[in-house]
């Protein structure tokens, strides 16, 4: 796509190339040949940022400055992050926003048909 043709609010399907540019490929390496959607928040020049729901067990708490106290924490804000689980060890996965920004020719219009070639990252993590 162009950027004249994207609009802010409105859904695309991202096809990230097979073979990336040097400076996509720690960001997106591992989502090589996929496909996902992602809603454009914001047009950056030749690149859109956008939100995607991704599914994972992981979670972050942001400790209180009580527990932080009681920690012997330095004053600070502090986060724990670890994989929500149940007691028998089943990790707990639930949906999370993650917010990426991609080049505008990556996008398409969004549709149910996958095109060939391309594996279906739809709220895949990775």
């Known amino acids: 796509m ?3 043709e994207v609009e802010v609010g409105t859904t695309y399907l991202v096809e990230v190339p097979h073979v990336l540019e040097a400076d996509h490929r720690l960001t ?3 989502l090589r040949g996929a496909t ?3 809603t454009v928040t914001t047009l950056e020049g030749t690149e859109v940022e956008g939100i995607r729901s991704v599914l994972s067990p992981t ?3 942001t400790l209180t400055a009580e527990q932080c106290l009681e920690l012997g924490l330095p004053e600070g804000v502090y986060e724990i992050i670890g994989n929500l689980r149940t007691a028998d060890g089943t990790p ?3 949906p999370r926003v993650q917010t990426l920004t991609v080049p505008i020719e990556w996008l398409v219009p969004f549709t149910d048909d ?3 070639g391309h ?3 739809t709220g895949s993590l990775w």
């Open 92 to 94: 707990i996965v639930l």
């Open 28 to 30: 997106f390496g591992a």
């Open 36 to 38: 996902f959607p992602l």
């Open 59 to 61: 979670t972050a708490i």
């Open 2 to 4: 162009r950027s004249g």
């Open 119 to 121: 594996w279906d990252a």
């Open 114 to 116: 996958r095109p060939q």
